[in-house]
């Protein structure tokens, strides 16, 4: 059986690319229900997740390939969900705390960030194309 590495910086990418739309999906309803009364704000923290899965095979002699194979073995943990964000917080009347000013600036962000994530994939295959070659 052939057994190969060549995927497991693409597999995380693809995960943290999913995990950047829902972000988006979420931001965006957040931004639909600026002016419902009782929304509180959803949001999606991959960031974390990542870090602790990494974070998890964390040796000074261990290298990032290494640790990036080990969560590639199980690649449900790396698995996000949206949560409210301060749900007892709200500094508007109707308890609504969503301010639309910095959920824009986080859409923004997160389309950055998204395309980002895009490019890396794409360097990747062209990484690998140029192996095959």
Known sequence: ?????????????????DASALRGKA???NLANADTPNYKRQDVDFESVLQRELGSYRSKY??????VKR???NLENLEVGTYTDMVNYSYRLDRNNVDPDIENVELAANVEKYNGLIDGMTSEFERLKMVMK
């Open 1 to 17: 059986m052939f057994s190969s590495n060549a995927f497991n910086y693409i597999n995380i990418l693809d995960k943290a690319a």
């Open 27 to 29: 931001i965006n309803n």
């Open 71 to 73: 969560v590639n073995q």
């Open 62 to 67: 261990k290298s990032n390939a290494s640790r």
